[in-house]
């Protein structure tokens, strides 16, 4: 994988060897983006048990990595369910299978998201700009994008795209990954600070905002990167259409509503230091929480591989979800 | 002056022998915040003038730093017009006038900092954190603060309060400066990222916004720092009062609303670098607005050292301004 922390100043690949190595890329966020730990946590349960490692600590450790983004307990519960299937059968195909199955997830990670851009890019507004937080693009998924996708897949169609990137700080995903990639694909973008994403929405040159998520509550609320919330309030005050992109596998119908995602707080040196140069004085307090929870009042649309859900969520969802 | 570029890493003063030099001081924001740039711009008047500097020359070199905060406008055309009204007096007296003047705006800015913590103070909630965004503290003042001022006089006036201190970026001020000041006067802050401001407004801990301002137009509409906007929506969502707090040098009632304030623009290297450190692809496009507009129906009220001002604003700012 490459290892995300590093760019965009280095492209560096990590070859993780162990699940326990996986688990750690996962945690320090070598590697992040909802789509994407899903994929690498499956790898990383095909890899801890290949080595002979016992099926439930691997899933587990995989597990305790990070508690937001739903993927990671998807992947890892559909890794688990075929393992305990193939209980009774030889060591040689339980892990071949395991492998195999770990690569259908990747590749149909890739397929999904080539099929969220079909279904968002008649969405994308032409010549105007899109508006995006934190990155949903190849680098967050095994490929592609869930909005960088939507975005991608708007430019292939011929339309006129260009993209407010904002930088998403603490970790600056926007600044770092998605202007990294944008730039590489020729889509014009122009990066911001988070703060300015108001100004540009009242100025009234952003067509929509697209984004990706964490975790999809049964009602519509959204949980993704921090900020969120205060673009989607935003773009509502300035009547822009919020969309977010991911796939179905990002839908945790079991919680009614979004206040009952557990949101990650990580460490205050994320917000204290930049690229290890302290930006604060030493000692003050910090809070550093990685998501936030957009009520689904905000959400214009959610764009999914199988179709678009509009509100009322609590019907539309459902329904995409149970299609074959 | 203190080299606010350096804090909090080190503390360093400045000390300029020429306007020249203090106009740079002013561009390249080694010091920065409305009612400061104006007690600077004063005393670099009354130095160029003392200097032998030609009374125009050294006005425009001062007023073409900075285009958005007034008071910089505000100081120079108040030690113009003491210069022009001296014009026929010998060069000594006019030099010593325009020194004492330079010396007389510091000292009503402190005691106006002052007056507007005393008027603001008795709308802080008791118990409950206030969030504010850049610095509109000492550091932006010739002391004490306008918004921190508010805040310190709370504190003194025996109310519990904390503070959320929006990072505010590009330039930190709120990491770097807000931070640093109120760790000083051992007021529990807890520094935030910008996009995290709506994660607790909606976590209903916020008892209330408070903020600076760099210019008021007529109608109550507020230029201020980059990202002001923002909080101003996300308050007004989860009915949080918004308060900014200025000095009646900070309204210009010749604008009918905000839209006509000119907002700097500046260099792109302010977003892609922190402390000379890259953070963002090579070559990529930015933007950089220094400050936004809030109109002035996001604005709950405007606390000033006359007294506060409350809608509608056409009322009651050339009212508070009109008193002696």
Request: overall charge neutral; proline content about 5%.
């Amino acid at each position: 994988m490459i290892d995300q922390t590093r760019l965009p100043r280095e492209v560096v690949f990590v070859t993780c060897r162990t699940y326990e190595q996986v688990a750690e890329a996962i945690r320090t966020m070598v590697i992040r983006g909802a789509p994407a730990i899903g994929v690498a946590a499956a790898m990383g349960v095909a890899l801890g048990v290949a080595s002979g490692g016992d099926l439930d600590r691997v899933c587990d450790t995989l597990a305790r990595t990070r508690p937001t983004a739903v993927n990671l307990f998807w992947a890892i519960d559909r890794m688990k369910r075929l393992a305990l299937s193939l209980s009774n059968r030889p060591a040689e195909e339980i892990r071949a299978r395991l492998i195999e199955e770990a690569l259908r997830i990747r590749e149909q990670d890739i397929a999904i998201n080539r099929s969220i851009g079909a279904n968002g890019a008649p969405l994308v507004p032409d010549g105007k700009h899109v508006l995006t937080h934190c990155n949903a693009g190849a680098l967050a998924t095994a490929g592609y994008g869930t909005a960088l996708g939507v975005i991608r897949a708007a430019a292939e169609s011929g339309k006129k795209v260009a993209v407010y990137a904002d930088e998403t700080r603490p970790f600056l995903q926007g600044a770092r990954l998605t202007a990294w990639e944008l730039a590489q694909d020729g889509i014009p973008t122009t990066l911001i600070t988070d703060n300015m994403a108001g100004y540009f929405l009242r100025k009234g040159d952003v067509g929509c905002v697209l984004v990706g998520a964490d975790r999809i509550a049964r009602n519509g609320d959204v949980a993704n990167k921090i900020g969120t919330y205060s673009v989607a309030v935003l773009a509502k005050e300035n009547s822009v259409p919020f969309y977010v992109a991911a796939p179905i596998s990002t839908l945790d119908l079991t919680l009614a509503g979004g206040d009952e995602i557990p949101i990650e707080q990580r460490a205050a040196s994320e917000v204290t230091h930049v690229f290890g140069v302290a930006v604060a004085p030493e000692g003050i307090g910090v809070a550093n929480p990685a998501f936030d929870v957009t009520p689904h009042r905000y959400v214009t649309a959610i764009i999914t591989e199988k179709g678009v859900a509009r509100p009322p969520y609590t019907d539309s969802l459902p329904r995409l979800a149970a299609l074959e």
